[in-house]
């Protein structure tokens, strides 16, 4: 309930327009929600992206945007990602890009992320750029999963993210084994009812366990996206971490485990954002781990 209330505040038009709008909190939250996001603009997310590239990480830039249902401001975030991937290629940074379909269309209707999404991944094939698609609400997962499934026939350069909470994920990665495109297995952000998901518990860390295993079985290109430093050190030892694996955390979140895996030679991937719209990425970051508040405090009274 606490975390649903955060979510709502930073999405209420009036704080967001008084933050905006005052010279002293503004730089303020911005300053904490800089150990999360990488800054307002494109070239802030390049220039960390360069920063732990040249530190042995691989990594997954996402711009941020606001779920839209206006096809103008579509428009705008499609063409926002299509600058990100040109710029990327033309420093040669042969990394992925994350994306949410509902920014680029799938609000307005499937049709339109569909043809941005082939936009974007013909750009990004052009310079051996990834594209991994996010998963939303469980109420998209059909459309989300259409949508990458057409894409991937063309691009096998476009991949998926899988929520293990969710009943019908072991279903979905039967199917989903038989595209090219790599999948991201995540625990799930969503809060879903019971007869659609299940929460965090034993029961879902073996689950996550075993979707794992089955993708690591017929050697598909994975990413283990978590935290749970118990669940990566039970997948070290069944020998999960295969070249064909990657690691991949947010920034700002558990830096010194990523860190010491990558020095134990586990492909480690990092999670960058940048945007405007950082302060609901922000209240999203302290709602699903209230600790990160205190984290996010400590970072802004950092001279
Ligand atoms: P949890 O069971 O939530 O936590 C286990 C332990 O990990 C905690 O006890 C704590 O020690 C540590 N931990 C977890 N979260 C935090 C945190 N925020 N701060 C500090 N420590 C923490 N979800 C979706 O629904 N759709 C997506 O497309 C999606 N994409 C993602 C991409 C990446 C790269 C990552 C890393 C996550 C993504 N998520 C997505 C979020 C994911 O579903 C989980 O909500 C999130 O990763 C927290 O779950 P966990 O696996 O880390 O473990």
Known sequence: QVSEALKSIARNQHIKSYIQQSNELYPLLLKAAKRFITGESRIDGIKIANELISKGYFISLEY??????????????????????????????????????????????????SSHLLELAQKAYQHGITLMISMEESAKTDDILDVYKKTSKHYPNVGITIQANLHRSSHDIQELIHYPGKIRMVKGAYQESSDIAMSRSKELNNRYLDFIEQLIEVNHPTSIATHDEILIQEMRQRQYLTHNAEIEMLYGIRPDLLKDLRGKGYNCKVYLTYGQEWFLYLCHRIAEYPENLYIAVANMIDP
Do not use: R, Y
């Open 64 to 113: 941020i945007w606001e779920n839209t249902t206006d096809l103008k401001e579509c428009i705008k975030a499609k063409d926002q990602f299509l600058g990100l991937i040109e710029k990327m290629g033309s420093l040669s940074m042969n990394q992925t890009v994350s994306l949410d379909l509902s920014h680029i269309g799938l609000s307005v209707n499937p049709g339109t992320a």
